[in-house]
């Protein structure tokens, strides 16, 4: 089992950037594909990215193409979503998850976090 815990969440200008970090305990980080996805009031939790368990592979939903990246830190057991050029149509709450092999699906996933809330004024 693994635990993970969201945050850098936060308020920021449309044009502007955030980082969110997941951290991950419990069991071996390395043995995870990760995943983001995100949910906005009144709609489906949408899928935004996932990265491989070693790193070399990720792979992004055509929304966020271009604007986001993912990476990991395996000294660390964290996850990170990098984001620029945020649009206010990016508000949500994000979340991380994990799984020993992922996909682009929620039910791909059987861990997750708690979600940080990111909101992009315009």
């Known amino acids: 089992q693994v635990q993970l815990v969201e945050s850098g969440g936060g308020l920021v200008q449309a044009g502007g950037s955030l980082r969110l970090s997941c951290a991950a305990s419990?069991?071996?980080?390395?043995?995870?594909?990760m995943g983001w996805f995100r949910q906005a009031p009144g709609k489906e939790r949408e899928f935004v990215g996932t990265i491989s368990r070693t790193g070399s592979s990720t792979y992004y939903a055509d929304s966020v193409k271009g604007r986001f990246t993912i990476s990991r830190d395996s000294g660390k057991a964290t996850v990170y979503l990098q984001m620029s050029a945020l649009k206010p149509e990016d508000t949500a709450a994000y979340y991380c998850?994990?799984?020993?092999?992922?996909?682009?699906?929620?039910?791909?996933?059987?861990?997750w976090g708690q979600g940080t809330q990111v909101t992009v004024s315009s």
């Open positions: 419990g069991r071996a980080f390395t043995g995870y594909d």
């Open positions: 998850a994990a799984d020993t092999i992922g996909g682009s699906e929620s039910r791909d996933f059987k861990y």
